[in-house]
């Protein structure tokens, strides 16, 4: 089946510092790949969809100049936390859909907790 | 404005008791509805579409349009079936963007 990875899983740094958080399709590609947040027993927030070789969209009231998406490959994109706080301080969630199909399951990467101190 | 709502955070049953967890949703169209599961430390999958209208674990759902509700049912709750639910719908505009609903603990006691 569809697996997508994470990288880290989790990581913890310093007030001010940027972080980048990987996310792979392993065994198919991806034209379209989007990125959540999770708040402890809250639900998923979209924060953005990344298509491959474009700019992502931004969900309202998410800083894209904070929360920078690449998407270089069919299989990799990237989420730089910029100039990371506490506030960050989260569960990422990446997920990838197949290419060319809308509606398609979307599969759900492992998470990547982020705590900032 | 396309949202979805699942009006329990936590429902609890013992085994072998039917199972209802309640999604509802506001979309001006055809929507697309989808149950996902996350269990203990796992990611997110995929339980059932309600365009595939199959049976997954036992939970089916039926999407009610007239009542814009896509309730997941299972008649005989497992223990294994505790877990965070979510109900999602995708969104207009051909994005792929799927629109979660809050959750619920389905918590099934022995």
């Known amino acids: 089946g569809a697996v997508v990875s994470q990288h880290p899983s989790w990581v913890i740094c310093k007030s001010g510092t940027s972080v980048k958080i990987e996310c792979r399709s392993l065994d198919f590609q991806a034209t379209t790949m989007f990125w959540y947040r999770q708040f402890p027993k809250q639900s998923l927030m979209l924060m953005a969809t990344s298509n491959e070789g474009s700019k992502a969209t931004y969900e309202q009231g998410v800083e894209k100049d904070k929360f920078l998406i690449n998407h270089a490959s069919l299989t990799l994109s990237t989420l730089t936390v910029t100039s990371a706080h506490p506030e960050d301080s989260s569960f990422y969630i990446c997920?990838?859909?197949?290419?060319?199909?809308?509606?398609?399951?979307?599969?759900f990467g492992p998470g990547t907790r982020l705590l900032v101190l | 404005a396309q949202r979805v709502t699942q009006p329990e955070k936590l429902l609890s049953v013992f085994k072998g008791a039917p199972v209802e967890l309640k999604c509802n949703y506001s979309y001006s169209g055809s929507p697309e509805l989808f149950w996902y599961v996350q269990y203990s430390r796992q990611r997110l999958q995929l339980l059932l579409r309600h365009i595939s209208r199959e049976s997954i674990k036992g939970f089916t759902a039926d999407l009610n349009k007239g009542e814009t509700s896509f309730h997941l049912k299972k008649p005989f709750a497992q223990e294994e079936d505790s877990a965070m639910y979510y109900c999602a719908l995708i969104g207009s505009g051909n994005t792929g963007k799927l629109i979660f609903g809050q959750g619920t603990t389905l918590q099934v006691k022995p």
């Open positions: 997920s990838a859909g197949l290419a060319g199909r809308k509606g398609e399951t979307q599969y």
